[in-house]
C-alpha cells in the first residue's frame, strides 16, 4: 500500500499569507505528528493526533500555527501570516504503534 | 523535558573503516531510543530501535544508562551508509508517542 503522502511538495509564499499544508497518512494508522525540520537543524515536534483524543499541541511555536484531523484520515497544517522564520521544511508521520512512517515534506518558502 | 544530543554535524570515514555516531540523551524515566535514516532523495526511515537489539544493514547501537548514550556503530562502513542520521527519543515505551530528535549527523563514506 501507499506510503504516507504530503502536498503539497513545494509552496513558496509570501510574508503575511496563509497557507495550508496536507498529510494523508496510512490507512489505519490511528497515530499522526506533524514535525518542522529549519535548515541544518533536526526535526522539531509540532502537534500529535491520536485517536479521538484531544491533540497534543506542546510543540505549536505560535498561535499562527493550528493543524486538524478529520477521524483517523487526513490532516491539515495551517500557518497564518506567514513569517520568514516559517520557511522549513514540514514533516508528516504516522504510526500505529511505536515506530513512525515518514512522508517526503513540504518544503516552505517564505519571501 | 527530554533532550536528544548528537554532537557531530557532519562525519567522514574511508570505506572499510569503523564508524561511531555518537548520541547522548537527557530524560529523568526510562526512554525508549531510536535511530532513523534520511539517505539522498529519499523518506526518513527507522533503522533500528534499542528495545528490539537487531543489528541492521550491519549498524548496532547500545543503550547505555549511565552514560545515558546511544550510539549508533557499525565496524566495515560502506559507500551506500552516506546519510544523514538523527537519534530519537520517546518519552513512553510501547506506545505512540512524540519523538525528540538529535539535530543529525552527515555521514560520508569516501572511496
Known amino acids: 500500500g501507499a506510503g504516507v503522502s504530503q502536498s503539497p511538495s513545494n509552496k513558496v509564499t509570501e510574508k503575511g499569507k496563509d497557507v495550508e499544508l496536507r498529510c494523508d497518512p496510512i490507512?489505519?494508522?490511528?497515530?499522526l505528528y506533524w514535525y518542522r525540520q529549519r535548515l541544518g537543524q533536526g526535526l522539531e515536534f509540532l502537534i500529535y493526533?491520536?485517536?479521538?483524543?484531544?491533540?497534543?499541541k506542546s510543540g505549536l511555536p505560535s498561535d499562527r500555527f493550528s493543524a486538524e484531523r478529520t477521524g483517523e484520515s487526513v490532516s491539515t497544517l495551517t500557518i497564518q501570516r506567514t513569517q520568514q522564520e516559517d520557511s522549513a521544511v514540514y514533516l508528516c508521520?504516522?504510526?500505529?504503534?511505536?515506530?513512525?512512517?515518514f512522508g517526503p515534506g513540504t518544503r516552505l518558502t517564505v519571501l | 523535558a527530554q533532550r536528544v544530543t548528537q554532537p557531530e554535524k557532519l562525519l567522514s570515514v574511508f570505506k572499510g573503516a569503523p564508524v561511531e555516531l555518537k548520541c547522548n540523551y537527557s530524560?529523568?524515566?526510562?526512554?525508549?531510543l531510536f535511530w532513523y535514516v534520511q539517505y539522498s532523495r529519499q523518506r526518513l526511515q527507522l533503522l533500528l530501535r534499542?528495545?528490539s537489539r537487531e543489528s541492521i544493514k550491519g549498524f548496532t547501537a547500545d543503550l547505555n544508562k549511565g552514560e545515558t548514550s546511544f550510539h549508533l556503530k557499525k565496524p566495515f562502513a560502506q559507500e551506500e551508509d552516506s546519510a544523514m542520521y538523527y537519534c530519537?527519543?520517546?518519552?513512553?515505551?510501547?506506545?505512540?508517542?512524540?519523538?525528540?530528535f538529535g539535530s543529525g549527523t552527515q555521514l560520508t563514506v569516501l572511496p
Open positions: 493526533f491520536q485517536g479521538n483524543s484531544a491533540p497534543d
Open positions: 530524560y529523568s524515566g526510562s526512554p525508549e
Open positions: 530519537a527519543l520517546s518519552a513512553s515505551s510501547g506506545s505512540a508517542r512524540q519523538l525528540t
Open positions: 490507512s489505519g494508522h490511528t497515530a
Open positions: 508521520a504516522s504510526s500505529i504503534q511505536v515506530e513512525q512512517f
Open positions: 534499542h528495545i
